[in-house]
């Protein structure tokens, strides 16, 4: 484990990012479950593992993505109680793009309750729509480690190749126009309710996601620090 990525403090709740398709909710998830040492948990990238497998769960859940619809919570739930039962799951752990519906938020509350987890802390990635299509179709992703690159404000240092680990950087399928309408009309009239949800619950804290990736981390990072004991 690189240096800075070595644990500071212990979780010990669920963090949850919401925040419309291309607002940034990967990259500083990645980020912030390293600080913490606990597992990043993305549902999307859940999905898309099963779809590249082959599994039953991957075959229904293809041409839903495809479409930039959700994917029906019938499905999700279940695969989401597996993960967070991993005993890894234990001091906590972030989750991004899910929940995603007020069921999933409630049926996840009861979980995190049974299994004796405090409130989660909800950071809201707030992001006005026009900065969201050149985020999303400038996104490249490396295929091997899942670094996320942007053609415009992050590219790698060769063209098409991860930094990282050499891997290659690929465009993913709902990244094209017509499928990111689909999507942002999704998150609105899907997800957002969660926005109040979580407010009512005095869970939600509001990150400015227009801000550059270090900006944004800073904030998120304090914000997390308050909650958890951290330094
Ligand atoms: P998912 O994979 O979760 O996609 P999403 O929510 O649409 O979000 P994205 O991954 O597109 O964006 P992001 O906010 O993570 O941004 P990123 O950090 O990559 O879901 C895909 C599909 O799976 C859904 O449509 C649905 O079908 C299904 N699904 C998943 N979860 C589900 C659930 N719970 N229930 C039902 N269905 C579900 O950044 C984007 C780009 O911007 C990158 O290029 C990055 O480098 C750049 N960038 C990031 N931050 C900054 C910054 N501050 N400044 C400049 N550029 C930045």
Known sequence: MALEQRPVAKL?????FLGPPGSGKGTQAKVLAGKYGVPHLSTGDML???I???TPLGLKAKPIMGRGELV???????????????PDCSHGFVF???????????????MLKRQ??????????????ALLLRRLTGRRTCKV???IYNIYDRPPKVEGICDNDSGELIQRPDDR????????????????????????????????????????????EQAVASISGAR
């Open 145 to 147: 480690g899942g670094e």
């Open 177 to 220: 126009e017509e499928v990111i309408t689909q999507r942002l009309h999704a998150y609105e009239k899907q997800t957002a309710p969660l926005v109040s949800y979580y407010r009512r619950l005095g869970a939600l804290h509001e990150v400015d996601a227009s801000k550059s990736v270090q900006e944004v981390q800073q904030e998120i």
């Open 12 to 16: 010990d709740r669920a963090v949850i």
């Open 52 to 54: 590249v497998k082959g």
């Open 48 to 50: 898309r593992e099963h």
């Open 72 to 86: 029906p919570d019938s499905l999700v739930l279940g695969m989401v109680a597996e993960r967070i039962e991993q």
């Open 96 to 110: 991004d793009g899910f929940p995603r519906t007020v069921a999933q938020a409630k049926y996840l509350g009861e």
């Open 116 to 129: 004796g987890f405090k409130q989660p802390f909800v950071i809201h990635m707030v992001i006005g729509k």
